[in-house]
């Protein structure tokens, strides 16, 4: 898996290359580390990047396969690192020399046009719910809706049981602190500590933080919430670790059913992902909450 | 994000070299069924795995994806799902760009 595998002009291609990259790719999207899927898909006539011709970027840059024409090569391997971070799967254009285009005008006022489909392919993200009450349900119900794998914790079998999260991946009931010791946490892995009470999730927060989890979101008011991250930062955990912790939990949207808490907390968790401003997109909705 | 079984099609069909096409959505405008990246493989016997939306659009990519089968370049087709209402712009539905390259050749 080196750069030299295809030198960037295309010549000596490797006939068991195809069947490479797909298995890399479907490595990838079980067990990751993420990688990106680089596919022409248009380009002008003549240029020597033609459609269907593609190209695997890892994490650490190396590339398996390569597109034609250098400075489109070095050009797409530099997107699609930007895009890992962004989980993004988009195309991208490129002048045959390699330049990005963004935006609609340049890419329509471009006289020539390569077009990259850039995939970023991972296992899917993880959402570890800590606490299978109402709102633990609703979270994970979402969760599952948005394409997450769902994993839920209780310690009480009424709470974590098959019939009671059909939409999960996994259903653990055990020891709060023993299961989570031992459950894997990964950079695409979110964590909500949503339990039966702030015991629990200072408990379950103690477990979790700083374990390198995308996302860390803690429910509580604001009150309880500072008492739990004051008990963590006396007993000696990371206070940079702990101000990375989301609590109380989820986005402003007087969220009050489980249901609402839910949203509030994927599209919180949504925002942590894609990034963007968590306002309204229209001026109209931007009055109404700053009127609140 | 495609399934694992999409994925699995894909490698098995490129590395068996078995005739197969992938359609890719590349691009979305609009409201569309599926978003970019949703992948639909097809075999030489017509059976389908995945969805990239189904409908209209993914009849119209259908008959593109036997042509790629029947040894057609890699291509970009561009399926409107919008309708078209008596003296309004099209306003529902949405476009999308689907890449439908051969596999296994």
Redesign the interface.
Known sequence: MTTSDVPPDGSAVDPALPARIAAAILAASREGPPLVSCSVIAAPAGHPAQPGDKMLVFQDGETLGALAGAALHDAVRHAALAAIPRHAVETAFFTPAGEGLTGRRAVAEAAEVVEVLMEVVEPAATLLVVGGGHVGRAIGEIGAILGMSVAVLDDREDYANRDRFPFADQVICGDFARELDRFPITANTFVVLVSRGHKVDELGLARVVGRGAAYVGMIGSKRRTRTVLEHLAAAGVDAAALERVFTPIGLDIRAETPEEIALAVLAEITLVRRGGGGRPLSAHGQRLASAL | ??S?EV??A??SA??AGEPAVLA?V??TFGSTPR???AKMVVREDGSFIGTIGGGCGEAEVWQEAMEVLDGG????VTVDLTEPTDGEDKICGGVM?I?V??LGR
């Open positions: 994000m495609p694992d994925y699995r894909i490698e490129v590395t890719t590349a691009q978003k970019t990246g370049a890699a291509r970009v760009r890449f390259e051969p």
